[in-house]
């Protein structure tokens, strides 16, 4: 079946490291999104791709950094420049941008906790 | 910048009664989606619904509909005959050409339906 994984669906690291989390599709999607979502919270989005080799910045991009070198694949990066990287990120996807009526799939979430 | 904004931080139903989860959102762009999403405490996002901006009737889905006031900027979702599955966190979203189309969320509210 074809969906969005996203591994690991737990995941701890000392303060001051890098962490990459993973998100693969094979929707054959074009576009890919990343949420973070603090307990009680909506969906914040972080980083966005329409295309491969070309993404954007959400609104909350600072201390983030992503690629997206092949359609499949949206890695997340969370830097040590992220001052409170505790949360849950969610990976998304839609099958065009200007599709939205097909609607998004999201992967079941990596939480991160930093200690 | 667009905005979502979700006035219920927690209802309460009983089982088999409908419920009407508000939404209003704020744009000035005369095209968008509508979106509604669940959330129940395994973390994963359901889609439930979707309006288009022109859609000239309400969506409908099963047990959800839609209750778009385009003058009113509001996108209510109506649960029709509870369950106690039902119990879980709602967003409302919307997606915008401006943002890439990426789904700008609401703060949520948390429904409980019981017995």
């Known amino acids: 079946d074809g969906g969005i994984t996203q591994s690991p669906k737990y995941l701890f690291r000392k303060e001051g490291q890098n962490v990459t989390l993973s998100c693969e599709q094979n929707?054959?999607?074009?576009?890919m999104y990343w949420y973070r979502q603090d307990p009680g919270q909506g969906l914040r989005l972080i980083y966005y791709?329409?295309?491969?080799?070309?993404?954007q910045k959400g609104d909350i991009a600072e201390g983030y950094s992503v690629s997206r070198e092949k359609k499949e694949s949206f890695p997340l990066t969370v830097t040590s420049a992220q001052k409170n990287p505790t949360a849950f990120y969610l990976c998304?996807?839609?099958?065009?941008?200007?599709?939205?009526?097909?609607?998004?799939?999201f992967g079941s979430g990596t939480r991160l906790t930093v200690v | 910048a667009q905005k979502i904004t979700q006035t219920q931080p927690g209802m309460f139903v009983q089982e088999k009664e409908a419920v009407t989860l508000d939404c209003t959102y704020d744009t000035s762009d005369p095209s968008y989606g509508l979106f509604w999403y669940k959330q129940p405490s395994s973390g994963e996002m359901i889609f439930l619904i979707y309006q288009g901006s022109y859609d000239q009737q309400n969506a409908t889905e099963g047990r959800y509909s839609l209750n778009f006031q385009k003058a009113r900027k509001s996108a209510n979702l109506v649960i029709s005959a509870s369950q106690l599955g039902d119990s879980a966190m709602y967003f409302c979203a919307m997606s915008l050409l401006n943002s890439g189309y990426a789904l700008n969320f609401g703060k949520g509210t948390s429904l409980l339906v019981t017995p």
């Open positions: 998304a996807s839609s099958i065009s941008p200007d599709r939205v009526d097909y609607g998004y799939t």
């Open positions: 929707l054959n999607h074009d576009a």
């Open positions: 791709s329409q295309i491969v080799n070309d993404f």
